[in-house]
């Protein structure tokens, strides 16, 4: 079983003959106590090709010290990493490496750097005797193991740690870090010990960037320096080009990647809003396949984005299960009691419970298995050699207009059509279809912005208030499939249903007001003004 602990700290350099100085007064300590020594013996373990350190991601096995066994350290924001502990084990254990399976793909982490540390540990204490954070002074020797590099196999230097304890505040970390500059210490340069290791011994050389780290794509052949033509002798040639439609496509493509990669490990621990956030960028990434066929190869985009296709909707189950049920707890919190008849509220939560738990291992499978594998790895290879299109050349501009106001125009025959579909199913299904045309012209816009600016910003902001409308009108489509399923459990069981009734016409009634606000609604959008915004 893997525990996890939240892990605030600041590193400092140290020489030799810098003294620690009194640190009693630094913010609220009161008092340093010491806690003795450690002998802490660490092997990191890592792609040949550093596929984690590329990351800021660490995993170790240690031994010595009060936490011996397996550590994952998972960046969460400057000075703040998670870490995933688990028992000791000769081999990195199951539940750790597939938090990185994301990152490494198909490579097996090896031990690549071990790292002997001699460690003198001070407690710094409030005036009650409190325990605010925890201080150590590290002398460590680090050596390459199995790799050869061009620096020198084994090197030697001298850190301090303060890491908060029990969720203190921050601003503590600054005041004891005044103090230690003041004494001769220097913030460290490199953010781990691993990540210094593997400087001085010259082993990160030529390490592969994680997706979504470039700034500018690759160019397409015959691009100038900026991803324009390249620039000849003749008018305008001393102007700097602007940015061409690869770099402003490739580069939500990059983001969209990044962000999936990112949620991987959280979406395994179950970390809030995570499988949403997953489910998001894979239809994002899919979207601006489809909208952007002028820019890239749809050959190849195509079957990714029938495979994305796949994945969202495998993490659909729990996501939909999950809006679902918060849309019906909120509307069962504003019935008065004295219409909530029979345990409604308890059978509810167990029809949410039953189905999180089959679709919390349903979406598990599918992150260990080998066609989300495949996906990752044909991602990761469609951006180091992405299949650009000769119009990939051209400015971003007129590339990206066209497209956000093709886009627009299916949207249009769609919600016309809705508008149109006779009440009821058919309706449902066509305002649904108007939804998705709705995510999709937004997203084309997102992915333009930089090319576009302004207008495409505020389109994709006048698409979205589209898109919430008809996202909630579909949500009560699928909150009255639930309440009839509710409804036939709990007249199995004996029990009355007049209040799964009661909010099956509220949610009738909400669609209802949905459809009449959509004309006007769609008026104020699909005024002419705002397309020619995008043409300017």
Do not use: C, N
């Not at 400092?12 to 913010?27: H, I, K, M, S, T």
């Not at 870090?177 to 001085?200: F, Y």
């Not at 990647?257 to 960028?281: N, Q």
């Not at 910003?457 to 208030?465: E, M, V």
């Amino acid at each position: 079983m893997a525990d996890t602990v939240r892990e605030i700290e600041r590193k400092y350099e140290v020489d030799d003959d810098v003294r620690l100085p009194d640190l009693a007064g630094a913010g609220r300590v009161a008092t340093v106590g010491k806690a003795g020594a450690e002998e802490l013996d660490a092997l990191y373990y890592d792609t040949p090709d550093q596929r984690l350190a590329a990351a800021r991601i660490t995993l170790r096995r240690r031994t010595g010290g009060k936490d011996a066994g397996w550590h994952l350290k998972l960046p969460v924001a400057p000075g703040v990493r998670d870490e995933v502990r688990a028992p000791l084990s000769e081999e990195p254990p199951p539940e750790l490496t597939a938090l990185v399976r994301s990152r490494v793909l198909d490579r097996e982490p090896v031990p690549l750097v071990r790292l002997r540390t001699r460690r003198t540990v001070r407690v710094l204490k409030d005036a009650a005797g409190a325990p605010l954070a925890e201080l150590a002074v590290d002398e460590v020797r680090a050596r390459r193991v199995g790799m050869a590099g061009p620096g020198p196999a084994e090197v030697r230097w001298r850190e301090i740690e303060v890491e908060l304890l029990g969720g203190g505040d921050a601003a503590l970390l600054d005041e004891v870090g005044r103090a230690l500059v003041a004494a001769g210490a220097r913030p460290a340069v490199a953010e781990s010990k691993l990540a210094r290791a593997l400087a001085e011994t010259g082993l990160d050389r030529d390490r592969p960037a994680p997706p979504g780290a470039r700034s500018h794509p690759p160019r397409p052949r015959g691009a100038g320096k900026h991803g324009g033509k390249a620039k000849g002798k003749g008018k305008g040639a001393g102007k700097k080009a602007g940015p061409t439609a690869a770099d402003v496509v490739l580069r939500y493509v990059r983001e969209q990647v990044r962000v999936i990669v990112e949620l991987d490990p959280a979406v395994r621990r179950d970390l809030p809003d995570s499988v949403h956030r997953m489910r998001v960028a894979t239809r994002r990434l899919r979207s601006v396949f489809r909208s952007y066929t002028a820019v890239l190869d749809r050959a190849v985009t195509l079957p990714l984005g029938l495979e994305l296709q796949w994945l969202a909707a495998e993490l659909g189950i729990d996501r939909d299960r999950e809006v679902v049920t918060g849309r019906l707890q909120g509307a069962l919190a504003e019935v008065p009691r004295p219409l909530r008849l029979g345990p409604v509220s308890a059978r509810l939560r167990i029809w949410s419970e039953r189905r999180r738990a089959g679709s919390r291992q349903e979406v598990l499978a599918v992150l260990d298995g080998p066609r989300y594998l495949a996906l990752l790895t044909s991602l990761h290879a469609l951006l180091e050699a992405p299949p650009l299109r000769p119009a990939a050349d051209r400015p971003a501009p007129g590339i990206t207009a066209a497209a956000v106001l093709k886009d627009y125009r299916r949207l249009a025959r769609r919600v016309e059509a809705a508008l149109a579909a006779p009440a009821g199913r058919e309706r449902d299904e066509a305002l649904h279809g108007a939804r998705k045309a709705a995510k999709r012209a937004r997203y084309a816009a997102e992915a333009a912005r930089p090319a576009l600016g302004g207008p495409a910003k505020a389109f994709a902001r006048r698409i979205k208030r589209v898109q919430q409308l008809l996202g909630d009108h579909q949500d009560s489509v699928v909150a009255r499939g639930a309440l009839r399923e509710l409804a036939t459990q709990a007249h199995q069981a004996g029990e009355g249903g007049f209040t799964f009734g009661l909010l099956y016409g509220r949610e009738e009634a909400r669609a209802a007001d949905r459809e009449r606000e959509l004309p006007g609604l769609w008026r104020k959008v699909s005024r002419r003004k705002h397309r020619d915004a995008l043409r300017a």
